[in-house]
Nanobody, 116 residues
Framework: QVQLVESGGGLVQAGGSLRLSCAAS??????MGWYRQVPGKQRELVAA???????NYADTVKGRFTISRDNAKNTVYLQMNSLKPEDTGVYYC????????????WGQGTQVTVSS
């Protein structure tokens, strides 16, 4: 059974840092990433990383956030620096895997709140 378990969210002041972790289990995962959702808006991509280490970032977080992964541990991380109030939201981990077709698994979400 595929499972993603996130940790590391919380409340931080603007300018601070947080590190999110997501441990995946139950399959071999290709692209892994982090999405953010705020009330009334669609879930949006924050950052993604391929199994080979290629990364992709939303323009709003470039230069502040860093995504990385440990393939041996099936874990993806999101280091968030210089946080802004607009970074507030529920952050979801995602991971692609293949089971007859390409599928996408999601974590339960972790709240990140940045106070001004």
């Amino acid at each position: 059974q595929v499972q993603l378990v996130e940790s590391g969210g919380g409340l931080v002041q603007a300018g601070g840092s947080l590190r999110l972790s997501c441990a995946a289990s139950g399959s071999i995962f290709s692209t892994m990433g982090w999405y953010r959702q705020v009330p009334g808006k669609q879930r949006e991509l924050v950052a993604a990383i391929s199994s080979g280490g290629s990364t992709n970032y939303a323009d709003t977080v470039k230069g502040r956030f860093t995504i990385s992964r440990d393939n041996a541990k099936n874990t993806v991380y999101l280091q968030m620096n210089s946080l802004k109030p607009e970074d507030t939201g529920v952050y979801y981990c995602s991971a692609q895997y293949f089971l007859y077709v390409t599928r996408n698994a999601w974590g339960q979400g972790t709240q990140v709140t940045v106070s001004s």
